[in-house]
């Protein structure tokens, strides 16, 4: 087996790095503060990271989890929350991009809104009295359609960077027909879904 990264991987590896230096500069204040860092979250947008782990055929950069692994680590050198925090979107992306279970036309308007227009996706998964873990717990939130739009009832108890986001992505169950294991929607965003 060959463990040696590739020229792309160490060319991602290089750039983080520099942008982990950037980072560092605000980090301390951002913990001593208790503030987001939305200036580094702006800067991922402006050096095109939002589209990371988008795959290629769909516009994106395609990088994997060994490139998504090696980005964040370096990341997280200069700014911990920054990366953990921005984790969450890549998160949200690459089980969606990669699901048999999700349309094609629901990929491409995904990969429209994070290549094409740019769009930083928080992940509320969380629920009170459960875990993060998807498929591993009964979800309490239900989404019903209403006049064309989604109407979402329940508590999250958590989301990452939902300051800076555009789009909060949630964890919830059709209401008119329960699903075996949880289906997603985009929360006032109108994204179609697997199960929605």
């Avoid at 227009?117 to 939130?141: C, D, H, Q, V």
Wanted: proline share 6%; glycine share 8%.
């Amino acid at each position: 087996m060959d463990f040696q990264l590739t020229e792309e991987q160490k060319r991602l590896q290089q750039h983080c790095q520099e942008l982990a230096a950037d980072f560092a500069t605000r980090s301390a204040d951002h913990d001593r503060d208790a503030t987001h860092p939305t200036e580094n979250y702006t800067r991922l947008r402006e050096e095109g990271f939002y589209e990371l782990n988008i795959p290629k055929e769909w516009g994106g950069s395609g990088v994997g989890l060994l490139g998504h692994t090696l980005a964040f680590e370096a990341l997280a050198q200069g700014c911990p929350s920054t990366a953990l925090a921005f984790n969450m979107h890549a998160s949200v992306l690459m089980p969606l991009m990669e699901s048999s279970e999700v349309t094609t036309d629901t990929k491409r308007r995904v990969a429209e809104l994070v290549v094409d227009k740019r769009k930083l996706i928080a992940g509320n998964f969380s629920e009170a009295g459960t875990t993060s873990l998807m498929g591993e717990r009964p979800l309490t939130a239900r989404a019903r359609r209403v006049n064309g739009e989604y109407s979402i009832t329940g508590r999250k108890m958590f989301a990452s960077m939902l300051e800076a986001a555009t789009i909060a992505w949630c964890s919830l169950v059709p209401k008119q027909r329960p699903p075996p294991r949880p289906g997603s929607c985009s929360s006032c965003r109108g994204l179609p879904t697997a199960g929605a």
